[in-house]
């Protein structure tokens, strides 16, 4: 199977949090890769979500700093990394 996820490290913005873990649908509000929590919880439903290059369908996953969190798009894939 051909993966729609590319990955290029120096582009991906850092997204600082407050405590040392963030779940993945806060996450993904906090950076802009999803309006709301509704569209969030789509995104996950829908296999459209990466953590560190693999699918999760889990909005309430715990990320930490460093992890790349990757989004596809219509208009393309949007990452960022948790900081």
């Known amino acids: 199977m051909v993966s729609n996820f590319a990955f290029d490290s120096e582009s991906v913005p850092e997204v600082p949090i407050r405590d040392d873990a963030i779940r993945l649908g806060q996450f993904l509000k906090l950076a802009d890769l999803a309006e709301d ?47």
């Open 37 to 83: 929590g509704a569209q969030a919880r789509d995104l996950i439903a829908d296999g459209e979500v990466r953590v560190n290059g693999e699918v999760e369908t889990r909005r309430g996953r715990q990320l930490v700093r460093g992890d790349l969190v990757s989004v596809l798009m219509p208009a393309g894939e949007e990452s960022a990394k948790v900081g």
